[in-house]
């Protein structure tokens, strides 16, 4: 029987994986790499590490550590890592909105921008981007036609809860939350906020609380 996967180890494995991507196409199919290398290159320790791995209930270590191309297919394999096409929407043609249309990270993944909405006009018809886009009166045709299945919100906050909503309704399946807004839906709807501010946050406390030590 599979063992449960705590959120936070989770969330760090789909880390692990990305990391170990990189690594496999700099060194080759054939590199391992050794849980003190991990906590190096993560921050996470080598306790946390091996934790971590333990849940995947598989053997991926060789001499001198773990295999990296293994290691990375039993990630993939047990918690799901996306492999097959998902379509994602951008909701907020803002500043941030313009930015993200340009975002080319995702070149080489299974995630794929089809299209982008705001509510002004304006914006839908100055802005150049590789992909359509909409107004927001058209979010449920084109969610619809396009099976898009996740969306990046970047709304103003005032906009955001509301339009979350929409895009619940629409059948959208996660939301990577740019505002600061706490949003409330369904549980089965996924949600990954972003925040630069929450990242810096982390960052002083941690200072104050830890000083220099790793």
Do not use: H
């Not at 971590?52 to 773990?66: E, M, P, V």
């Not at 955001?160 to 839906?185: C, D, H, M, R, W």
Request: a positive charge; proline letters at 3%; one cysteine or more.
């Amino acid at each position: 029987m599979k063992t449960e996967i705590p959120k936070p180890t989770l969330a760090r494995l789909v880390k692990l994986s990305r990391l170990l991507e990189q690594i496999a196409n700099t060194e080759g199919e054939n590199a391992v790499i050794s849980s003190t290398e991990i906590e190096k290159l993560t921050g996470w320790t080598r306790d946390t590490v091996r934790r971590d791995i333990s849940f995947l209930n598989a053997s991926c270590a060789k001499a001198g550590g773990y295999d990296v191309l293994l290691l990375k297919q039993t990630i993939q394999s047990r918690i799901a890592v996306q492999t097959g096409e998902a379509k994602c929407c951008l909701v907020g043609l803002g500043r941030l909105g313009e930015a993200l249309i340009n975002y080319g990270g995702f070149d080489g993944t299974a995630f794929s921008l089809v299209a982008g909405f705001d509510s002004s006009v304006n914006r839908t018809e100055i802005l150049s981007a590789p992909f359509p886009l909409y107004t927001t009166t058209k979010m449920q045709a084109v969610i619809a036609a396009q099976n898009i299945e996740y969306a990046i919100l970047a709304v103003p906050s005032s906009a955001a809860q509301s339009t979350a909503q929409k895009l619940a309704e629409y059948g959208i399946k996660g939301i990577v939350n740019f505002t600061p807004v706490v949003l409330s839906l369904p549980a089965n709807i996924k949600i990954e906020n972003v925040s630069v501010l929450d990242a810096l946050q982390k960052l002083a406390a941690e200072r104050a609380v830890l000083g220099e030590k790793k």
